[in-house]
Structures are given as C-alpha cells and as structure tokens.
C-alpha cells in the first residue's frame, strides 16, 4: 500500500504442495517479496533514468505484516540458518532473506484479526469482513 491505497494485490493457486501452514505461508511471504522488491527496482531505474536528484529520489521503505509466527521466525533469523521444521524448503524460497538482513524489507508480526490479506483469501463471516473492509477502503 501506498498512502493508504492497494499498490499489488495478488491472490493465485501455489506451485507446490505445503507440508504445513508454515510453508504456506512462507511461499507466500517468499512471493509478496518478489513482486515488492521488483517495484523497487523499477523506481530506482526511474530515478537514476530521470535523474532525479537526492532530495526527490523516493525513500521506499518496505514493510510486510505476516500472521503466521513460524513464518515470520523463519523469515527474520540470520543466513544460512533454517529451523528444524523449515530445513526441507527449497532454497527458491529463502533468496528474499537477504533483504530482510539488509534492512530493505522489514517483515513484522499481525495479528490475524488485522490481515487484509484475509479480506479476499478467507470466506469471513460478516463482523470481519466489515472490519476489514474499512480498514482496507475507509467506509
């Protein structure tokens, strides 16, 4: 989100079989990361093709909110280390750590009360929905 407003909203069958939610969610996670850090990348190229100068260039600061805790474990311990759960994932999957370690992307806990992403991936009964909602559009 930008300002307040949906940037990238993706919703798509995985290419593999979890073993758990965990990996699920870490696909996912690992996912939401490709397509943050591609936007990235094409902004900075913008930048330096427009030459913008340092006070316009946009500071783009990355925050990924993930209701899953072995999930967000996983995706905040240092490189190389996996967790006895999560030492089977493809290393397909791990590249995006490096940006984690980095400081590009920061990945924080959610509550799942307050995932948006639920507002189009899970059947909500009516109370939730409506929450989200109005978090996700203001009304």
Same mark, same amino acid.
């Given at each position: #989100?930008i300002?307040?407003?949906?940037v @990238? $909203?993706?919703?798509? @069958?995985?290419? @593999?079989? *979890?073993?758990s939610t #965990?990996? !699920?969610?870490?696909? !996912?996670l690992?996912? *939401?990361?490709r397509?943050? %850090?591609?936007l990235?990348?094409?902004?900075?190229?913008l &930048? &330096?093709?427009?030459q =913008?100068?340092?006070?316009?260039?946009p500071?783009?600061?990355?925050? %990924?909110y993930?209701?899953?805790? +072995? *999930?967000?474990?996983? !995706?905040?311990?240092e =490189?190389?280390?996996?967790?006895?759960r999560?030492k089977?994932?493809g290393?397909?999957?791990? $590249?995006?750590?490096?940006?984690?370690m980095? +400081?590009?992307i920061?990945?924080?806990? %959610?509550d799942?009360?307050?995932? =948006? *992403?639920?507002?189009?991936?899970k +059947?909500? &009964? $009516?109370?939730p929905?409506?929450? =989200?909602q109005?978090?996700? %559009?203001?009304w």
């Amino acid at each position: #989100m930008i300002n307040k407003c949906p940037v @990238l $909203w993706t919703s798509k @069958l995985q290419q @593999l079989t *979890a073993t758990s939610t #965990m990996h !699920a969610e870490y696909v !996912a996670l690992s996912t *939401a990361c490709r397509d943050v %850090i591609t936007l990235k990348e094409i902004v900075t190229e913008l &930048s &330096s093709v427009y030459q =913008l100068t340092t006070e316009t260039t946009p500071i783009i600061r990355t925050t %990924i909110y993930e209701d899953n805790e +072995g *999930a967000l474990k996983l !995706a905040n311990i240092e =490189l190389p280390r996996t967790t006895p759960r999560s030492k089977h994932y493809g290393i397909i999957y791990h $590249w995006f750590r490096e940006h984690v370690m980095n +400081g590009t992307i920061n990945i924080l806990p %959610i509550d799942t009360t307050d995932q =948006l *992403a639920d507002f189009f991936t899970k +059947g909500l &009964s $009516w109370a939730p929905f409506e929450k =989200l909602q109005k978090q996700l %559009i203001g009304w």
